[in-house]
């Protein structure tokens, strides 16, 4: 399954029946799937299906998700009043002896207010649903095309994630290969530092001088954290290669990268490990921050 970025847009418009409709949707970054959905008046009840549709398309993002509905030009039907016209009709018997007996015109009728209504034609319940599922086809072409534009971003996003992977990789290999991690290197730091505890402590037991040798020995070490920072290397590259919402697992490993580097930076003894480190936290940084809109 492709990677996708958060962010992106659609637009889908057509017709169906005597309407017109276009739905507009809009997704950027969010921990979740949160969907803000606007319709039209009359229209809330394909709401649930119009969250079912996003959710088989997209499991993080907050989409906005607007819809428009429009009326084309339909012929109007005259309804008549047949209780006013009745009334009308029975007022002129009632005046038959004080107006002109002549038949009412059509013309006069039209122009006495309520007598004829003229109005588009209701829809019947077939109309309704048949209109109703084509904005819902509308609906999911426009997340189609939304998922397409999101996969398009999360491609080229996954190839600059991957370039980071690999800035990563380098660097702890500069601390790898650093001679301050040779064992005569950390050998004679240890030495050195063990001479300068024996010079300032009197009468100081063996017990304790195994336990200060013991820590000037595990901080001297980057074993472990460099053999985390390759695990981690290695998840990195496969969650961005295997795809799919990958975002929130990706996030996590930029935290463990980070505890990694902040680990090595504050171990170091060596300019040029302490100068690795740094620009380590510098591009775990930016890998964290790309990978905010990930999905």
């Known amino acids: ?8 847009f659609a637009r889908k ?26 319709l039209p008046p009359g229209l809330d009840r394909i709401e649930p299906d119009c969250r079912r549709l996003a959710s088989q398309y997209f499991s993080r993002g907050n989409l906005q998700v607007g819809l428009s509905l429009s009326g084309t030009e339909v012929s109007a039907e005259a309804v008549l009043n047949e209780e006013a016209l009745a009334a009308v009709l029975k007022l002129r018997e009632r005046l038959g002896d004080v107006i002109d007996p002549a038949p009412l015109k059509l013309d006069t009728l039209l122009s006495i207010r309520g007598i004829v209504d003229f109005r588009e034609p209701e829809e019947s319940e077939n109309e309704r649903e ?19 534009m999101r996969e398009d971003e999360g ?13 990563i990789e380098k660097l702890t290999a500069v601390v790898e290969n650093d001679p301050s991690r040779s064992p005569q290197a950390i050998a004679d730091r ?13 009468g100081i037991d063996r017990e304790r001088l195994h336990a200060e040798v013991a820590l000037l020995a595990t901080k001297a070490d980057l074993r472990e954290e460099l053999d985390r920072l390759g695990s ?45 480190g740094i620009e380590l ?10 990978v905010q809109n990930l999905e």
């Open 1 to 8: 399954m492709p990677l996708q970025s958060m962010t992106g």
């Open 13 to 38: 418009e057509g017709s169906t029946g005597r309407y017109r409709w276009a739905w507009e949707l809009r997704s950027v970054n969010g921990k979740g799937l949160d969907m803000r959905l606007r």
């Open 130 to 148: 048949e209109r109703d599922a084509e904005i819902l086809a509308g609906l999911e072409g426009a997340l189609a095309d939304l998922r397409t």
């Open 155 to 167: 491609k080229a996003l996954g190839q600059v994630l991957l370039a980071q992977v690999e800035r």
């Open 190 to 202: 240890l030495a050195q530092q063990v001479s300068v505890i024996m010079a300032n402590a009197s």
């Open 232 to 276: 981690h290397i290695g998840a990195a590259r496969d969650l961005l290669t295997k795809g799919g919402p990958v975002g929130r697992k990706l996030d996590f490993l930029a935290q463990e990268f980070n505890r990694e580097s902040n680990t090595i930076c504050s171990k170091s003894n060596a300019a040029a490990v302490s100068a690795a």
């Open 281 to 290: 936290k510098v591009v775990i940084d930016q890998f964290r921050e790309q």
